[in-house]
């Protein structure tokens, strides 16, 4: 896959650097709170089940909204959708202050809850428009750039969140997350509309068809095997990889305590965020090299076999440096992986499909997750974080080679539309 470097993308398309600009500052505030959210329930209430909770609805309203968010996303308009959604965040983010008051312990579960529900709408509106905002060339680049920075913002968000928490309190990281989201709506307004926005023809259509849409997506995921392939591979590593947050909670709250369990939970996301973020910096040389159907497969299959080796390996880790060590190489294999993939589904899926097609992708992968940090909350009765890490790793490796069995077999391949570009006829 060709692609253009970073310089020549941001320098070139301004709406697409506002649209990452505003995402560079939302990210960095949601870390922050994501970090203070987890030790503000652990102060709260103390309890294993109430930490679930609060991941549990990190993802499961994502299962709930993303119906009603794919399809607004493909007949609406995706400009307003994202503004709207920063802005209800950015109220949201304030509703954690009240725990100053007295409010309890479900109080911070409910709002992120909602939090959780209002971004099904823009992950979905930003992801549909990443690809009318940049062309083919710009697409993988445009892709590591997303999620690229997205990494890196969990690897500072969490090191400044941990560290914030732990010098100014919770009240600051909730502050900040507030002011985040009303800088990136700032950035997606100076976006023309029409850019990000369907036809009218597309936006015009009766909210009575909702159902008649929805069922239009499923139809689509049936009908292209490459599509419905790769989303049961991510339903399938959701199976391990759902669980981790809660084990790295429980890690940091008790078998790391001594560092401080905020610190040391900082410290292992911090990891994770590192890793996945130099990955993503790999994933354009990775698409190079993937630039043919063969290959492209190959580098799906082997990143997620040993990614998932890599992360149970962390759970043999002595201490807390050799563990996040093990863990920041599972999330360097994982990023670049996860990099180029987005952009071959991305380069296949039609723009009227795009919102329904990721957001079902996107809902039933959480869902999954959210099943598996149930699981785990239940497990840990009877099994350790580090046995349970071993085998959220090797859950997680699964998929990787049920899909280089499948390609070994030719039971489905990688189409060409996603690795070649397309050919120029000319007439004489």
Known sequence: MQSVSYSELLRKNAPFRRLWFGQVISELGTWFSAIAELGLVRMLSGSTAMTAAVLVARTLPFLLVSPLAGVAVDRGHRKQILIAADLLR???????????????????????ALMSSIGTFFEAAKNAAIANLANKQELLTANVLMFGTRFLQLTLGAALGGITAAKFGYNAAFLINALSFVASAYFIWRIPTELMSQSEADAARPASQFWQQVREGWAYIRATPFVRNVMLVNIAWAMGGGMNNLLLDRLAGSEFASNGADVALASLWTAAGAGLFIGMMFARRAGAWASEERRAGLLVGWALLIHGVAWAASGWMPSLWS??????????????????????????????????????????????????MVAASWLLQWFTPRQMMVASGLLSASPGLVWLLALWFKRFSVPSL???????????
Do not use: H, K
Not at 418 to 428: G, K
């Open 90 to 112: 950015a109220v949201v983010a304030l509703g954690f202050l009240t725990t100053n008051w007295g409010a309890p312990a479900w109080v911070v579960v409910v709002c992120t």
């Open 323 to 372: 563990m996040a060590a093990a863990i920041m190489l599972s999330r360097l294999i994982l990023g670049a992986e996860f990099g180029v993939q987005e952009t071959l589904v991305m380069r296949v899926i039609p723009d009227d499909y795009r919102g329904r097609v990721f957001t079902t992708d996107r809902a039933l992968e959480l869902t999954m997750m959210t099943v598996s």
């Open 418 to 428: 996603a690795v070649r570009e397309p050919q120029t006829v000319t007439c004489e």
